[in-house]
C-alpha cells in the first residue's frame, strides 16, 4: 500500500533543485513543516521529514536507491511511494513535485 498523497491546492518553491544532491535527503521548510526532499535523476520526491513511527528525521536517513532508512530505528521507506517497507502500518506521507526552471515546487494543501 502506498503511503497517502496531499492533494495540492497550490505549490510552494522550496529549493533550486541543484541543491537536492542524490544520495542523500535535503530537508526543506514549508512554514512550520520540514518536508524531506530526495533526488533521483531528474525526478524529486518529496515526503513528510518526520518518521510516522516515532519521529525520526527521514530527511537525515541513510539513502539506497529509492529508499531511505530512518536513522532512529533504521525501518526502510520508499520515497517514490511512500511505502514503509519494515512495516505497512507506518507509511510515509507524501507531497507532489514539480521541478520548473531549475526549482523544486511542492504542492500543500493549505
Ligand atoms: S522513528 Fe523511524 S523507524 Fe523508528
Redesign the pocket.
Known amino acids: 500500500m502506498a503511503g497517502p498523497i496531499v492533494e495540492a491546492t497550490r505549490y510552494v518553491d522550496v529549493s533550486d533543485v541543484e541543491a537536492v544532491k542524490e544520495g542523500e535527503g535535503t530537508i526543506v521548510f514549508v512554514g512550520v513543516r520540514r518536508l524531506a526532499l530526495f533526488r533521483v535523476g531528474d525526478e524529486v520526491h518529496c515526503i513528510e521529514n518526520r ?6 528525521f ?1 530527511g537525515l536517513g541513510r539513502v539506497e536507491g529509492c529508499q531511505v532508512r ?6 526502510a521507506f520508499d520515497f517514490t511511494t511512500g511505502d514503509c517497507l ?1 512495516d505497512p502500518r ?1 507509511d510515509v506521507r507524501r507531497y507532489p513535485v514539480r521541478v520548473e526552471e531549475g526549482r523544486v515546487l511542492v504542492g500543500v494543501a493549505e
Open positions: 518518521c510516522p513511527h516515532a519521529g525520526g527521514l530512518c536513522p532512529r530505528h533504521d525501518w519494515s507506518y
